[in-house]
């Protein structure tokens, strides 16, 4: 948005206008989209918790190695995007993908069913 500081009115330009559009067609702030998009790891983890699953689990089907798993699943916490439901275990915690996470999926395929 361009504010003219003659006339102090607000002009949407044609900018503004997409990014309106977009915001509209998607649940998640993009600021958390972008994140899940610049991150192929984190992408792969959202994905692979469709169950209940432990780090090492999420590690084996995705192929990606233990401690980058358990790195990309703190910044996913972080998010909220994915709960650690019994954290004083040290081994055996269950991940499991939040609401935020399930939209966070939904934004996912809308985009590429819209870029297909």
Request: glycine fraction near 2%.
């Amino acid at each position: 948005m361009v504010v003219n500081k003659n006339t102090k009115s607000k002009v949407i330009t044609k900018q503004d206008k997409n990014t309106k559009i977009y915001n509209n067609n998607f649940i998640t702030d993009l600021d958390t989209l972008g994140r899940i998009l610049a991150s192929p790891n984190k992408k792969k983890i959202l994905y692979s918790i469709n169950i209940p699953k432990t780090p090492k689990e999420i590690s084996k089907e995705t192929n990606i190695n233990f401690p980058t798993t358990s790195k990309t699943i703190k910044e996913l916490e972080q998010l909220k995007l994915i709960e650690i439901n019994n954290k004083n275990l040290r081994k055996g915690k269950i991940v499991t993908i939040s609401k935020k996470g399930l939209n966070v999926l939904l934004d996912l395929d809308k985009k590429n069913k819209n870029t297909n």
